[in-house]
């Protein structure tokens, strides 16, 4: 028996009970009272413990607040010591050993050493979590991945636990206890994961990692994901919302944009029925308002989600963020600019990058459109070096890439940036977004002609050739989306053609590559395609926002690769 005097099976039954209604509670916004509902067993229960630090978890993951990551992480870190305290002495590969290949498993006939091993796995994947957790955290805090292949230990150690016990799921002695569902959604969740992001991993970050002749099954880790998801488990919603943030985000900051809007919205429908009020969930609808094309109802959706809850207003700032954007897509800069002077004021981040945009966008008003008091794009553009920030001794990509942009109004005479608004939104993927509305597309590509012919105006600098390709890059994406492919492809051309003029801006070659195949893999010219993005993968480095170019020239590859069949509708139908 355990220490409480119960049995350890009534044990983890409460506790899975008990965490199952705080995580209620934090989906209803009641985000103190779930933590309060669980801190008392924190030292004492491992799915206390766990879930106390899943929910900070997320908080970070909503959030990008350097507190609330290294909070999270040091809670994590504890979580995962309470763990130990219930995982069998030996290795994890006896314990399952025990489970799988010793013939005693039949012979027991006392329930209580057949629930101590159950108590043991559930331990297992408990730990595991932790650290697949941790690792995830590593991530958000450097999307270079330094600290991420520091943490590599962590990483193999909780994929090799997942593998062992999904093996353990699979065999035939394996004899399922009460609680076998929470346990098997872990096992789906964390599979999944590991399969679905080490797929997005390209392959030098993969050998740094030593996931040798391992890169993960995409449509695997959808299918595992999808499966958690649709089961009545304790990791249901933590599988749920990893498909969402990788249909709705992933796929587009770190992939081709390519994500499965319909699947992200089918897996939100009975979460928004239950939760309407859930500022979780109404952030994910607005995103995926948005990824539809209705910028008026994403806003609707964003600021309902503001409205929702007042306790956590660092959750606001990942609204502004978003609202930002919509505005951005609308070319309405003054309210564009009203979210990023807000996040400048209000969110910790990365004040680098919000001034940033505060003058980019100042830059994009007209000579009858009244500057707010006391701004002046140059001050504002002088400003951003001096505020770069370190997390865990790393600087944000964004955040450098601000900071080299901004670099050129520290002469005397500084040379205007030309669309720096519509630069960035290149830099997140806001093309793709936009992609799917003609009317949205052709505005853009009207403010990207003005831009042109006044860039053709002024007078030759040293700096004309990268802002023309700028200027190219970000037209030849509109002229795509717009169906004018011969335009496109020969605007992704000239850049690559004018490759030895760019001076500073050279992530534009390896990026206008990545675009020109993209566009032939829509034609389904793939050898070429390839051929393209080997090119943007092997020939440059050492350039601004290298690490997520990287990434989405590992989806290029992997939608070059894959047969028309297994595209992004794959496993898509698995949960009906």
Request: aromatic share 10%.
């Amino acid at each position: 028996l355990s220490s409480s005097g119960r049995s350890p099976t009534s044990d983890l039954n409460t506790a899975l009970h008990e965490c199952m209604a705080a995580l209620d509670l934090f989906l209803n916004n009641k985000f103190s009272d779930a933590l309060a509902s669980l801190q008392a067993k924190t030292k004492d229960s491992m799915y206390h413990a766990l879930t106390y630090a899943t929910i900070l978890e997320m908080q970070a993951m909503m959030t990008f607040d350097p507190q609330d990551i290294l909070n999270a992480g040091n809670t994590m870190k504890e979580a995962q010591a309470t763990c130990q305290k219930f995982r069998k002495k030996s290795t994890v590969a006896d314990s399952i050993n025990n489970l799988v290949h010793r013939q005693s498993l039949e012979r027991f006939t006392e329930g209580n050493i057949i629930t101590n091993m159950h108590n043991e796995i559930h331990a297992e994947i408990c730990y595991a979590e932790c650290l697949l957790q941790r690792a995830a955290l590593t991530f958000l805090q450097d999307e270079n991945m330094v600290s991420f292949i520091k943490g590599g230990i962590k990483v193999r150690n909780s994929y090799q636990t997942y593998r062992e016990l999904d093996s353990l799921i699979q065999s035939p002695h394996y004899v399922k206890g009460e609680n076998h569902l929470h346990f098997e959604g872990g096992v789906k969740l964390g599979v999944g994961a590991f399969n679905l992001t080490l797929s997005m991993f390209p392959a030098r970050i993969l050998r740094l990692l030593e996931f040798v002749g391992f890169s993960g099954n995409k449509e695997h880790g959808l299918l595992q994901l999808q499966e958690g998801a649709s089961s009545y488990s304790f990791r249901s919603v933590l599988c749920t919302m990893l498909l969402l943030c990788y249909h709705t985000f992933m796929t587009f900051v770190l992939g081709t944009g390519k994500g499965n809007v319909e699947e992200a919205e089918r897996l939100l429908k009975p979460y928004l029925a239950r939760y309407p009020k859930g500022a979780i969930f109404l952030f994910f609808a607005g995103r995926i308002e948005t990824l539809k094309g209705n910028i008026d109802a994403a806003v609707n959706r964003y600021e309902e989600c503001c409205e929702a809850q007042q306790y956590w207003k660092q959750f606001h700032h990942m609204c502004y963020w978003e609202l930002m954007w919509c505005f951005t897509y609308k070319r309405q800069w003054k309210m564009a600019f009203f979210y990023a002077d807000l996040l400048s004021k209000e969110n910790t981040w990365s004040k680098a990058t919000y001034i940033y945009m505060k003058a980019a966008y100042l830059s994009m008003f007209g000579p009858d459109d009244c500057s707010p008091f006391g701004d002046s794009e140059a001050d504002l553009f002088r400003v951003v070096p001096s505020l770069k920030l370190k997390i865990a001794g790393k600087s944000l990509p964004t955040e450098k890439f601000a900071i080299r942009k901004a670099r050129r109004y520290l002469s005397s005479n500084p040379i205007p940036l030309p669309v720096p608004p519509l630069e960035m939104m290149y830099i997140w993927n806001g093309y793709a977004v936009i992609g799917k509305c003609p009317n949205l597309t052709e505005g853009m590509l009207e403010t990207l002609i003005e831009a042109e012919e006044a860039l053709a105006r002024s007078s030759a600098t040293e700096l004309l050739a990268d802002d023309q390709c700028v200027i190219k890059l970000l037209k030849g994406l509109c002229l795509k989306h717009l169906g004018k492919i011969s335009e496109a492809e020969d605007h992704f051309n000239y850049i690559y053609l004018n490759e030895k003029k760019v001076k500073y801006d050279h992530y534009l070659i390896p990026n206008a590559l990545l675009e020109l195949a993209i566009l032939y893999l829509d034609q389904d010219r793939r050898e070429e395609a390839i051929k393209l993005l080997e090119r943007a993968k092997q020939n440059y480095k050492n350039y601004s926002m290298e690490t997520r170019t990287h990434f989405r020239i590992q989806a290029a590859l992997h939608q070059a690769k894959s047969a028309p069949e297994n595209g992004m509708h794959s496993g898509a139908s698995a949960v009906s």
